[in-house]
């Protein structure tokens, strides 16, 4: 994990250095925010429903052509999903409670897309883009409104020993304008790998976030 992390920054340092280096090839860094709608897929998630979160982060677009750019940066996101039925909590006897559960994951997120930007109207551009993203949960919640004998609810770490595993990767893709220094973006991403600790059971992120930024 700590591997790839470091391969994604050296990369990210590499292509800054060689934009640094060419005076046609300049840095664009920016902010955004907006709103995230999750879900989980995957095998044993089929009563899962999306759940509302928020993204916020920083932006870097690098340029690697004129039309083309690599576009990266680092953002907080969250994730995750409202489950229903036998949730994965127990009693004190070790039966599965049965209620409703929130999954809060919570993430810094590594994208690293490549980025095509077409010029229409004046300043406007539109843009379109993909790649992979890496993530490493940093924080979450699970909390369940159960409704087995001794106990009504749980709230508890959801990167705990039992949940799910901090590290996550994936694919992504979005679409956006540009507006001058303003910035819209819809972007879905979709993960590849199993981030949940029990046996016998898998569950991939899934999500899409809107959000608004500025770039100077």
Do not use: W
């Not at 992390?5 to 990210?12: E, F, M, S, V």
């Not at 507006?179 to 819209?184: A, D």
């Amino acid at each position: 994990m700590r591997i790839i992390i470091k391969t994604g920054l050296a990369a990210i340092v590499f292509l800054i250095a060689i934009s640094v280096n060419a005076q046609d090839k300049p840095l664009t860094f920016g902010i955004k925010a907006g709103m995230n709608i999750s879900n989980f897929s995957g095998d044993g998630v089929d009563d899962s429903d999306a759940r509302i979160g928020f993204n916020a982060g920083v932006t870097l677009d690098i340029t690697l052509t004129p039309d083309v750019y690599l576009l990266t940066g680092l953002e907080f996101t969250t994730k995750g999903a409202k489950t229903k039925g036998l949730v994965n909590a127990t009693d004190a006897s070790g039966a599965l409670i049965e209620g409703s559960g929130k999954c809060n994951p919570m993430y810094l997120q590594l994208p690293l897309h490549i980025g095509y930007k077409i010029g229409t109207l004046g300043d406007m551009r539109f843009v379109v883009h993909t790649g992979p993203y890496i993530a490493y949960g940093i924080a979450g919640s699970y909390k369940v409104d159960g409704k087995a004998a001794g106990m009504e609810s749980i709230d508890t770490d959801i990167f705990s020993s039992a949940f799910f595993k901090k590290f996550d990767m994936g694919l992504g893709f979005g679409v956006g304008a540009e507006f001058g220094k303003i910035c819209t973006a819809i972007n879905c991403d979709f993960g590849l790998i199993n981030i949940s600790k029990m046996e016998g059971e898998k569950i991939r992120n899934m999500s899409v976030a809107i959000s608004v930024g500025y770039k100077f």
